[in-house]
C-alpha cells in the first residue's frame, strides 16, 4: 500500500544544462486544465494502490514552485480526502531561489508546505552562470533567509566537482553552507548525464570534467566536514541531523510503496510499477482519454524487486536488512565477491544486514555492480 506520494510539476523557466529530469519550458501554462488533469491522475492513482493514510507527499519537477500557491493547497485538499494524512505528515516542495518565487514562500507555507528544498546549487555567481542557473548568490541566499522564516523544514543543494575545483575552494563554500544551521543538505558531484547540454559539450572538448581522484578528495572532505558539523551522511548524497533526514526519500530508499502522479512520474505498488506518460502534451490528452496519466504498468518478477531494493538500500548508510527478502541471501549477493568487498574494506556486514562502507560509497555503483548477483541484475 502507497504510503507517499509524489506529485511531478515539468515545468521549468528554463532547461539547466546538466539536467536530465523531466522538465519542459512553455510559454504558457493553462493551470486549471492542469489541475483538473493531475486531481484525475490522483483519484485513479487512489483507487489502484489503496487507502492507506499518507506519511509523505512531495512536489518535484521541474520547478514546483512555479506552480500557484492555490493550486498545492487543492492538490494536497484532493490528497487529504483520498488517503487521509498522518498527523505528522512531511509535505516537501521543491524551489528555486529566485525573488519572483520566494514571494510565495509564505502562501505555500499557508497551503500546507511543510517542508522546502531549494535548489541553490552554488554561492559563487560565476558557477551560477557556468551551470546555466537564472538565479545570481545573493538572491539565492536571500530566497533562504525567506525559506527558514516560512517553512518548519528547509534543506538545500550544492553541486560540487566542478571542473577545476579545488578542496580549497569547496572547503570555503562548504563551511559557508553549514554555516547557515539547515538541519538537511543535498551535495551531490557533478555528473554528466547522457541527453544533456553538458554532454555534448564534453563530447566537442569545450570542458573537460574534474577527474575521478580529485572528485574523490572532495567526496572525503565532504564527509568529514558534514560529520564534524552533526550532519552525517545518511545517503550517499544527502546529510541531516539526527531525525532530519527526508521522510519521502527513505520511502524510495528502503523501498517500500509510493504514488506517482503527473508527467514522467514512476510508482511503486504493489509490486506493480507504473510510467506516467513523459511529455506534458500526451500526459493530458491521456488523462482526458483514459482518466488516468499511466503509460506503462506491469508486474515485477520478484527477482526483479529484489533488485531494485538492493540497488536502493544499499545507497543508505544504514544498509539493507537481508532478512526482508523471502529467499536465500545467495540467490541475492554474490557471496564470494561480497567477501572480497568486505575483506578491503568497501562493504560492512552485522548480522542479518550488509552495507556500503564510507570507503565503498564514493566507488558506489561499481560496488553495486559487483555484489548484486548477476541473476537479479539481468532479470
Request: aromatic share 8%.
Amino acid at each position: 500500500m502507497a504510503r507517499a506520494l509524489y506529485i511531478h510539476w515539468p515545468f521549468c523557466a528554463k532547461k539547466c544544462p546538466y539536467c536530465d529530469f523531466n522538465s519542459h519550458v512553455r510559454e504558457s501554462v493553462d493551470v486549471a486544465a492542469w489541475q483538473d488533469a493531475l486531481i484525475a491522475d490522483m483519484r485513479a492513482e487512489s483507487e489502484a494502490s489503496g487507502g492507506e493514510t499518507l506519511t509523505s507527499i512531495f512536489f518535484g519537477g521541474g520547478t514546483p514552485s512555479l506552480m500557484p500557491p492555490a493550486l498545492v493547497e487543492t492538490l494536497l485538499g484532493e490528497a487529504e480526502r483520498l488517503w487521509g494524512f498522518d498527523p505528522d505528515i512531511e509535505i516537501t516542495l521543491e524551489a528555486n531561489p529566485s525573488s519572483v518565487e520566494a514571494r510565495n514562500f509564505s502562501d505555500l507555507a499557508s497551503a500546507g508546505v511543510n517542508r522546502v528544498s531549494l535548489g541553490l546549487q552554488s554561492l559563487d555567481d560565476e558557477a551560477l552562470r557556468w551551470l546555466g542557473r537564472l538565479h545570481g548568490a545573493q538572491e539565492g541566499l536571500n530566497a533562504l533567509q525567506t525559506a527558514l522564516k516560512a517553512f518548519e523544514r528547509v534543506t538545500f543543494d550544492l553541486i560540487y566537482a566542478l571542473p577545476g575545483q579545488t578542496p580549497e575552494q569547496w572547503r570555503a563554500q562548504l563551511e559557508r553552507a553549514l554555516g547557515f544551521g539547515t538541519s538537511h543538505l543535498s551535495l551531490y558531484q557533478l555528473t554528466i548525464e547522457p541527453g544533456t547540454r553538458f554532454e555534448t559539450d564534453v563530447r566537442l572538448g569545450r570542458f573537460t570534467p574534474l577527474d575521478d581522484d580529485a572528485a574523490a578528495e572532495l567526496f572525503d572532505l565532504t564527509q568529514e566536514m558534514t560529520a564534524a558539523d552533526g550532519l552525517p551522511a545518511y545517503e550517499t548524497s544527502n546529510h541531516a541531523r539526527l531525525g532530519e533526514e527526508s521522510r519521502h526519500n527513505l520511502t524510495y530508499w528502503r523501498y517500500q510503496d509510493y504514488a506517482g502522479i503527473g508527467p514522467g512520474a514512476h510508482g511503486r505498488r504493489g509490486g506493480f510499477a507504473t510510467v506516467r506518460h513523459r511529455k506534458p502534451e500526451n500526459f493530458l490528452r491521456a488523462v482526458s482519454e483514459c482518466g488516468h496519466g499511466i503509460a506503462e504498468q506491469r508486474h515485477l518478477p520478484r527477482e526483479e524487486q529484489a533488485s531494485e531494493a538492493l540497488m536502493m538500500g544499499l545507497r543508505l548508510v544504514e544498509g539493507v536488512e537481508m532478512s526482508r527478502f523471502d529467499r536465500p541471501r545467495a540467490e541475492l549477493i554474490d557471496e564470494g565477491k561480497f567477501a572480497h568487498l568486505k575483506a578491503i574494506g568497501l562493504m560492512w556486514e552485522d548480522g542479518s544486514r550488509i552495507g556500503v562502507t564510507a570507503a565503498g560509497r564514493p566507488v558506489l555503483d561499481a560496488v553495486l555492480g559487483e555484489v548484486v548477483a548477476d541473476r537479479l541484475v539481468q532479470a
